[in-house]
């Protein structure tokens, strides 16, 4: 069964740092987003991107977050420069249309 | 905001027991979307299940099901006969015409032998 996969699984990294999150999606799905959830916490919506372009983002998701679907297959999460408080698991999840979204099995950030 | 609560933080049972979880949700929307997710220890969220609003059917999935009430906009979720493999955090979400899920805080279900 097809599933999305992160990279890394851990991230380890420096305040101030930039971090790039990698998620591969399900193949024919269109729709991408990440979601992120501080430890103990609820999940917590960041973006939605469909046709090369954000359709929706939270107002967590300021100019430090982008974007990127590089290429036909990996979507991305920049964090510019990484504060303290971006400590958390980031998962991607992706839909074929308005209906479910599958989750990948996370990144935990970890900020120093 | 349109919310989605869990008002259970923690439930704990001895296992064969039933056990019911509790999701009550806000919305504008006319069409939307309800889910139940489930967050094991290793941190992964398993989909269990989605409803839309114009199908208020309830669903059995073995020992799993789901009672879905739009006019008290509940949908609550049962296991039967719990085992120790279903202890984890349940979340239920909410999704409409903007795509995004909304979570609720989550309900840490521990099954005991």
């Known amino acids: 069964e097809p599933e999305v996969t992160q990279t890394p699984s851990h991230q380890v990294t420096q305040m101030g740092q930039e971090v790039i999150l990698r998620c591969v999606p399900i193949?024919?799905?269109?729709?991408f987003y990440w979601y992120r959830q501080i430890l103990g916490q609820k999940v917590e919506f960041l973006v939605s991107?469909?046709?090369?372009?954000?359709?929706?983002k939270s107002e967590i998701f300021d100019d430090q977050f982008s974007v990127e679907r590089p290429d036909g297959s990996n979507f991305t999460l920049k964090i510019r420069s990484t504060k303290l408080e971006d400590s958390a698991m980031y998962f991607c999840?992706?839909?074929?249309?308005?209906?479910?979204?599958?989750f990948g099995p996370g990144t935990r950030l970890t900020v120093l | 905001a349109q919310k989605v609560t869990q008002a259970q933080t923690e439930i704990s049972v001895v296992e064969k027991e039933d056990v019911t979880l509790d999701c009550v949700y806000e919305?504008?929307?006319?069409?939307?979307?309800l889910f139940w997710y489930k967050q094991p220890p290793s941190g992964e969220l398993v989909f269990l299940i989605r409803?839309?609003?114009?199908?208020?059917q309830n669903e059995i999935s073995g020992r799993y099901s789901w009672n879905f009430q739009k006019s008290t906009s509940s949908f609550n979720f049962t296991i039967t006969a719990s085992q120790v493999v279903d202890s984890a955090v349940y979340f239920c979400?909410?999704?409409?015409?903007?795509?995004?899920?909304?979570f609720g805080k989550g309900t840490l279900l521990t099954v005991n032998p």
């Open positions: 999840a992706s839909s074929r249309d308005l209906d479910t979204q599958y």
């Open positions: 193949s024919n799905h269109l729709y």
């Open positions: 991107f469909y046709n090369n372009e954000i359709s929706e």
């Open positions: 919305t504008r929307d006319t069409t939307y979307y």
């Open positions: 409803r839309n609003s114009f199908d208020e």
């Open positions: 979400a909410r999704g409409g015409s903007n795509y995004k899920l909304t």
